[in-house]
Nanobody, 115 residues
Framework: QVQPVESGGGSVQAGGSLRLSCAASGSTDRINVIAWHRQAPGKQRELVASISSTDSTNYADSVKGRFTISRDNAKNTVYLQMNSLKPDDTAVYYC?????????WGQGTQVIVSS
């Protein structure tokens, strides 16, 4: 079992930056992929970015060139650097750590981008 905990959310003006952190505890050596998802009010949860145990990364088209996912294995932490933020990026951001096909979700962190 894995317990991801998100931090780093907040309020920022359009064009600003935030860095989210996802610190994982538990059976971290069994994690295959850690992904950031987000859910805006009235919308479905969507994948934002992911990073595998081999450091392969994947991004949603809407964030390519603006967001960067990275990891610090010594700290069991994955980061999401978000630059050039837009009001459409406003959402609750969730971290999911996947072991084989099962995801373990964090509680989420709120990001608000004002115009």
């Amino acid at each position: 079992q894995v317990q991801p905990v998100e931090s780093g959310g907040g309020s920022v003006q359009a064009g600003g930056s935030l860095r989210l952190s996802c610190a994982a505890s538990g059976s971290t050596d069994r994690i295959n992929v850690i992904a950031w998802h987000r859910q805006a009010p009235g919308k479905q949860r969507e994948l934002v970015a992911s990073i595998s145990s081999t450091d392969s990364t994947n991004y949603a088209d809407s964030v390519k060139g603006r967001f960067t996912i990275s990891r610090d294995n010594a700290k069991n932490t994955v980061y999401l650097q978000m630059n050039s933020l837009k009001p459409d990026d406003t959402a609750v951001y969730y971290c999911a750590a996947r072991i084989v096909f099962r995801p373990y979700w964090g509680q989420g962190t709120q990001v608000i981008v004002s115009s």
